[in-house]
């Protein structure tokens, strides 16, 4: 199902929601069954329909429900629009208990075009009444605030920029300088160029110096900052393959990232990006998607379910 519903099928879906947290319990294969199986357009009409039909959000109604965990967490970043969705996620990871996570920031801001860019701004603006970058002003410092500062900037679209100028002075912010490196040309460049540019850049780095650019990357840079400047080159490189190694980041290890796979599975479950990413996944790690998630002992129940429900679809 990849088309838009029909106002019947809206008012059936809406309907079948309602009904499943009505009175004592909650149907959960209900929600499992909708929730998960229709795409992010699809629930922009049941999300307002839901609304029109009962005067509250549906996010508010489950909200309400006993939804714990992580079934609950997933549950209840699919009841609202991706929209709504990324911009909660940059709010929350500038202004959580811990401080700053720079990591859902790059997630969530790299890789955007200029028009997303402008979107996003002007709904942080409408639904925190305040500018993004005062936000990353107020929370972020050092490296992290100089680097989401430039993301947020808008790029260079010129093509009168030089791709070996930019290579040579990449070049020597990092490998060719005798000391230390140039974490301002780093960040302004690889902020600046659009993703076109950036693989002449890249090509051109190589050409002449004969090493990698991530080997550059990592040769110089060490700890968030090192994974924040990749995860940018990686993301223009090959935005989807990055996206793979995301998922794979998630389930990796001895501890499951419930909060990234979740985040991750929220933010791009449109069925043709979904697509793209399992076949970039088993490219990679020579595995389905599906079968790494159905692997994990610390994923289970109904959160396995609706997992595998949007990740199969």
């Not at 501890?255 to 076949?279: A, F, G, N, W, Y």
């Amino acid at each position: 199902m990849s088309q838009l519903l029909t106002a019947f099928e809206v008012e059936k879906d809406v309907k079948n929601l309602r009904n499943a947290v009505k009175g004592a319990g909650t149907d959960n294969e209900v929600l499992i069954e909708i929730l998960g199986g229709r795409t992010p357009q699809q629930m922009v009409q049941i999300i307002n329909g839901y609304k029109k039909a009962y005067e509250v959000t549906l996010s508010s109604t489950l909200s309400k429900e006993i939804l714990i965990g992580n079934f609950g967490n997933l549950c209840l970043g699919l009841s609202v629009p991706i929209l709504e969705y990324d911009l909660s996620c940059v709010h929350e990871a500038m202004n959580g208990w811990f401080g700053a996570n720079d990591s859902v920031l790059i997630e969530v801001l790299v890789g955007r075009t200029e028009k997303d860019m402008g979107i996003i701004k002007t709904a942080y603006f409408a639904k925190y009444g305040k500018e993004i970058e005062d936000d990353v002003r107020a929370n972020l410092s050092g490296d992290f605030r100089t680097l989401f500062l430039a993301i947020l900037s808008n790029k260079e679209t010129s093509d009168a920029f030089n791709p070996e100028e930019d290579a040579d002075i990449l070049y020597q912010a990092g490998d060719g300088k005798k000391w230390g490196n140039n974490k301002e040309a780093f960040i302004n460049i690889l902020t600046h160029r659009t993703d076109k540019q950036l693989n002449k850049i890249f090509y051109e780095y190589e050409k002449k110096y004969n090493r990698s650019f991530l080997g550059a990357i990592r040769r110089n840079f060490s700890g968030n900052l090192q994974n924040a400047l990749a995860n940018i080159a990686k993301s223009a490189m090959n935005r989807v393959q990055l996206i793979a190694e995301l998922f794979e980041n998630a389930v990796y290890g001895i501890d499951t990232k419930h909060t990234k796979l979740i985040r991750l599975t929220i933010r791009h479950r449109s069925p043709q990006v979904m697509k793209l990413i399992k076949e970039a996944y088993k490219n990679l790690y020579d595995i389905s998607l599906e079968e790494r998630i159905d692997q994990e002992t610390r994923i289970n129940g109904l959160y396995k379910d609706l997992l595998m429900k949007i990740i199969k679809d």
